[in-house]
């Protein structure tokens, strides 16, 4: 599926996947030699276009349903795009595999039972597919889910049970614990099985996925340990096959360039950004990035984080803003109404009690997402409310805009929230005026 024609248009976009290891998926037939970078790169070459669109997708595991939700999110753009300019416009949705959890994980009444339709059984099987099939990860979900089978009702665990955690945590590359100043995937407390399971035991009062009657400790620690695996899995794709696909874009064509992310899909996009290690190594900025409803760090790209005393200055993604790689404006949109970036993101973190699920006194947590908080600790960060479809900005090159989308981005319910209500026209708006493809007079109703 080299191409996908956008239903209701004459646009289509291209689809370009990664696996785990931000390695190309090969079409087969399709694309040339069976990658579609190369056709794309031999397209742009041939026939340059004025701007180039690329969209990452946040936890979503197969193609279908990348399709499903781009064939949404790009149309919405495309519909708002003046017909001059949209046949001077490439498309590109990035597919990655990112489902830290599924559907298939609630039963009716949002929790695991019997006869909920899946099976335990069926269950450690969708987790060994979602971490990878190794001997490591088969035996460490063999113990853990059957204590959950054999012992649900255990207040404290096993030995056995803790050393399993522990293994599975290694064999998915390790936690490396390093606080809010670590890269992303690491920006999280130290994992302890045993304070991991008392966390999750209680979270009916307010602590994790389980905060949703999602199933219990013995699974809720599954989800943490998913969360922070697609989370560091976002950036290692972003950092290699991603970035490079990018370099070469730049070496084959001169288009201008725009990111746009989806919660994950944030971290993807900002370490195509930032590169290896935070530290570019493209031809040429870019020239936009928007991060719709970020489940990353709100201090990703700070220069400075108060909560992280003793750490050096600057977090991971600084470089981006601090050294221009970005010409045009990095714009984010918040909502009160995303139940994950609000809740789940801050109590993922394995954090001791100082969870923090919004802002208190004007006092910033140190652990919460971008989705919820916006870009923090930037001195030039402007806090705006979004805009109707109509809505004129005016972002300025090299300006920083968190804008409050709760008025637009508050559909949906259950454990996600608003989390994935990022295809209205207001988000098409605002991504098209980042671009400057949309209406760009002086901001209206929009104060800071």
């Known amino acids: 599926m080299p191409y996908c024609e956008i239903p209701g248009t004459s646009s289509r976009y291209a689809l370009l996947a990664f696996d785990q290891k931000g390695c190309e998926v090969r079409e087969g037939p399709g694309g040339v030699n069976g990658l579609m970078s190369e056709e794309l790169l031999q397209s742009v070459q041939k ?91 088969r035996s ?77 400790p013995f699974l809720e620690i599954l989800r943490w340990l998913s969360f922070w695996t697609m989370k560091k899995r976002a950036r290692t794709i972003g950092e290699s096959g991603m970035h490079d696909f990018i370099a070469r874009m730049q070496s084959a064509c001169p288009a201008r360039i725009h990111l746009i992310g989806h919660s994950f899909g944030c971290i993807v996009v900002s ?85 923090a699920f919004d802002a208190t006194n004007n006092e910033l947590p140190p652990y919460g997402g971008i989705g919820m908080f916006g870009i923090c600790g930037v001195a030039k960060a402007e806090n705006r409310q979004m805009l109707d479809q109509n809505g004129r900005y005016g972002f300025k090159p090299g300006g920083v805009y968190n804008l409050d989308g709760s008025q637009y981005i508050r559909a949906g319910g259950g454990i996600s929230g608003a989390h994935s209500d990022i295809c209205g026209p207001e988000v098409a708006n605002a991504i098209l005026q980042a671009a400057g493809l949309g209406a760009q007079a002086t901001t209206e109703g929009a104060g800071t």
């Open 47 to 137: 026939d340059p276009p004025q701007d180039i669109f690329l969209f990452s997708h946040g936890w979503l595991n197969d193609v279908p349903a990348a399709t499903e939700r781009y064939n949404r999110w790009i149309k919405a753009l495309v519909e708002r795009t003046p017909e001059s300019e949209r046949g001077r416009s490439l498309y590109i949705g990035l597919h990655w595999p990112s489902l830290p959890w599924g559907d298939e994980e609630l039963g009716a009444d949002g929790s695991f039972a019997a006869g909920d339709g899946i099976s335990l059984d069926d269950l450690k099987q969708l987790y060994i597919e979602r971490f990878g099939d190794e001997e490591p990860i």
């Open 140 to 216: 460490a979900l063999g113990v853990i889910f059957h204590e959950a089978r054999v012992n649900a009702g255990a207040t404290t665990l096993e030995e056995s049970v803790a050393a399993a955690y522990l293994q599975l945590n290694a064999a998915l590359g390790g936690l490396e614990a390093g606080g809010v100043a670590a890269a992303p995937g690491d920006d999280c407390e130290r994992f302890d099985p045993e304070l991991s399971f008392q966390l999750a035991s209680v979270s009916s009062s307010g602590y994790g996925f389980g905060a949703f009657n999602v199933g219990g």
């Open 271 to 355: 370490s195509m950004i930032g590169g290896p290690g935070g530290n570019s190594s493209l031809l040429r900025a870019v020239e936009s990035a928007v991060l719709v409803q970020g489940a990353v760090s709100l201090w990703a790209y700070a220069s400075a984080i108060p909560p992280a005393a003793g750490h050096p200055p600057g977090y991971y993604y600084h470089r981006v803003i601090e050294g221009g790689a970005v010409n045009g404006p990095v714009v984010t949109t918040r909502s009160e109404h995303d139940r994950i970036v609000r809740y789940a993101y801050p109590a993922a973190s394995f954090v001791t009690g100082d969870v």
